[in-house]
């Protein structure tokens, strides 16, 4: 069982900057493929960005690449979501996740562990 704790969220103008944490429990995190999914209301959750260790790669949303950067800290557990730029459509309930296997899929479903989420809401 894995536990996913996000922390980071509030309330910013676009433009501006936020840094989303994500601690997970576990011994073998840096197994884990750790992904970041949003929500706006009214619209499904969709994929961010997400990292394998293993396989050394990062995918990221064409929507926020250039914008956001994926890290992670396997001595903490942790993964973070630097999120720079921000506009209002970024607004959204942020979800970190966490799953068995090497691909850094944009595919939802495929996540085993979620966290409970953290509001990011970008003012214009």
């Known amino acids: 069982q894995v536990q996913l704790v996000e922390s980071g969220g509030g309330l910013v103008q676009a433009g501006g900057s936020l840094r989303l944490s994500c601690a997970a429990s576990g011994r073998t995190f840096s197994t884990y493929t750790m992904g970041w999914f949003r929500q706006a209301p009214g619209k499904e959750r969709e994929f961010v960005a997400a990292n394998s260790w293993s396989a050394g790669s990062t995918n990221y949303a064409d929507s926020v690449k250039g914008r956001f950067t994926f890290s992670r800290d396997n001595a903490k557990n942790t993964v973070y979501l630097q999120m720079n730029s921000l506009k209002p459509e970024d607004t959204a309930v942020y979800y970190c996740?966490?799953?068995?296997?090497?691909?850094?899929?944009?595919?939802?479903?495929?996540?085993?562990?979620w966290g409970q989420g953290t509001q990011v809401t970008v003012s214009s």
């Open positions: 996740a966490a799953r068995f296997g090497t691909r850094a899929t944009v595919n939802f479903h495929a996540y085993d562990y």
